[in-house]
């Protein structure tokens, strides 16, 4: 059964001593470091990469997403798949806020973001910011047809980070080089099959040193044949050690890589679990959904 | 009669001249009023969208003789202030063809992909990089073609500043006409060298477009990109 939603906990905190008397609500999570100080210290990698709290989506007057809470690790492959409509692109999405949550946060290396809970008054980061950690790989490719495959990465490199125009050549031969496609450098996008497409965007991507890879169904539109070498290149990716959520339907790579797979159905996370999903998994609906793909 | 033409060669050439020169600086104004009007249409903000719908409602339907003869006749009895006649049309132009070419951006910026925007927001680019890179260029590129036969448009236009004594070519022509009594064969030459000035303007449109095409097939183009080639070649060696 989908989880029932649970009311947002805030603590009243009232300020005491030379600005005494303002009162605000603050979540648990924001406290924490002050409530219990011996803990606060404690490195990130203890604590989750990104976790997403209470995100719901509505678009107009149809909710989407019914307080998704989810939580990545850092080195961890998460895999996010479902029927088509249960709301895991839009999870995904929220995930670097293309999609503005319409209540929930983000909450990503201890600096929230997003609108969070009505009422919670904790300083909030720059959505810039987050996207600019966080790399995405889309459907659709959306590389950018008007440059070649180096110049879409340099450009990203050059407009991101700042570096100058030189260097940004140079760190995006060297992107290049290790997906496999330096010789196709010059080669614009309408020059280069679907699946070369797909590796320089993964490419344009890991140029900016994301913390956290976001995959929205990188295969879906490939041809078979081309599908093998994009995941080859996520599968190098994997073993290097990036932080990756996948959302996909490539159930054989899921159970490869994946650390933890979460099933959605309906705008719910209806099952989730560990590295040995597949064949433990015992909600039927969930079954169901992997027997008829596998 | 026909040798009229050839004797006033230099005066008609100079008329037509003319007509090119207030069209192209017309060109020119339009195009960033155009972009202007074309992004306040497409703001956040209800009344910007407003003001910007009204401008190029008015002016899409006012004909260019009536617009230049309120500019040049209208703006000085109001405000006393006197344009020369080739500031008017200039002016007149401007107003009109901005409009045009409003929702010329405004339907070829809307044409661009949405998922190049979320690209470039995906990583982290601000938005004026997003436009000025990404979003612009895509949309020139499709906007470029009508803005030549916009521009087109303009020239013929020009003909209708003889009322105000703007020297172009129809006034011209009518100034020879009014001595020598030969209209077939002056209006016959004056359409003659507008027909002349469209293919010219067309032939240098084609060239402009490929210079926006990918991959870069234009030899303008290929040219200018030369040197960052041979850079991307020798990274490509060297590797």
Not at chain 2, 101 to 129: D, N, P, T, W, Y
Not at chain 2, 210 to 231: D, E, N
Request: proline letters at 4%; hydrophobic letters at 45%; glycine letters at 8%.
């Amino acid at each position: 059964m989908p989880p029932k939603d649970k009311p947002p906990l805030l603590l009243e905190v009232t300020t005491k001593g030379m600005f005494a008397g303002r009162t605000t609500r603050k979540t648990l999570s924001s406290l924490h470091s002050q409530l219990w100080p011996s803990c606060a210290s404690i490195p990130h990698y203890m604590s989750a990469l990104i976790s997403l709290r209470g995100i719901r989506k509505s678009f107009g007057t149809s909710e989407v997403l019914h307080g998704i809470d989810l939580d990545v690790h850092s080195g961890s492959h998460t895999v996010i798949f479902g029927p088509s409509g249960s709301g895991k692109s839009t999870v995904l999405r929220s995930m670097n806020l293309l999609e503005e949550p319409t209540e929930g946060s983000v909450v990503f290396e201890g600096i929230e973001y997003g609108p969070g809970i009505p009422g919670d008054s904790t300083p909030r980061g720059k959505k810039i910011e987050l996207r600019r950690q966080v790399g995405m790989v889309f459907q659709q490719f959306n590389l950018f047809p008007h440059l070649s495959a180096i110049d879409n990465i340099a450009l990203s490199v050059h407009a991101v980070t700042g570096k100058s125009k030189d260097e940004a050549l140079e760190r995006a031969a060297q992107e290049l080089k290790n997906v496999g496609l330096l010789k196709w450098a010059m080669n614009y996008p309408a020059q280069l099959s679907g699946g070369q497409q797909q590796r320089v965007a993964i490419a344009r991507a890991l140029s900016l040193d994301p913390k956290l890879m976001l995959f929205d169904e990188p295969t879906s539109a490939l041809d078979p044949e081309l599908v093998g070498e994009v995941l080859a290149v996520m599968r190098k990716l994997a073993e290097t050690g990036m932080t990756m959520v996948v959302v996909t339907h490539e159930m054989g790579f899921a159970k490869e890589i994946g650390d933890q797979c979460i099933f959605m159905d309906n705008g719910y996370i209806a099952d989730s679990g560990g590295a040995d999903f597949f064949d433990t998994c015992t909600n039927k609906r969930t079954k169901e959904f992997i027997g008829s793909v596998l | 009669m026909w040798h009229l033409v050839w004797d006033f060669r230099a005066e008609l050439l100079r008329g037509l001249l003319t007509a090119f020169e207030v069209a192209i600086t017309a060109l020119i104004l339009s195009l960033f009023v155009g972009l202007f009007f074309a992004l306040m249409k497409m703001s956040r903000f209800a009344i910007l969208r407003g003001i910007a719908s009204t401008y190029v409602n008015i002016f899409r339907g006012i004909p260019a003789l009536v617009s230049v003869v309120w500019v040049y006749f209208g703006w000085s009895l109001l405000f006393g202030y006197n344009f020369t006649v080739y500031q008017a049309g200039v002016i007149a132009l401007t107003l009109l063809y901005s409009s045009f070419f409003a929702e010329i951006f405004r339907s070829a910026l809307e044409a661009v992909h949405k998922g190049q925007r979320e690209a470039g927001q995906a990583l982290g680019m601000s938005r004026l990089r997003i436009f000025r890179s990404i979003v612009m260029p895509q949309a020139l590129k499709i906007a470029i073609p009508n803005i030549g036969s916009m521009y087109i448009g303009m020239i013929k236009d020009t003909s209708t500043f003889t009322v105000i004594g703007l020297a172009e070519l129809v006034f011209v022509m009518q100034s020879i006409n009014a001595e020598y009594f030969q209209p077939f064969v002056l209006f016959t030459a004056a359409a003659g060298l507008y027909v002349a000035a469209a293919f010219l303007v067309d032939f240098v449109f084609r060239v402009i477009e490929g210079g926006f095409s990918y991959p870069k097939v234009g030899r303008v183009k290929r040219f200018l990109t030369r040197r960052k080639r041979a850079q991307i070649q020798r990274l490509v060696e060297a590797n």
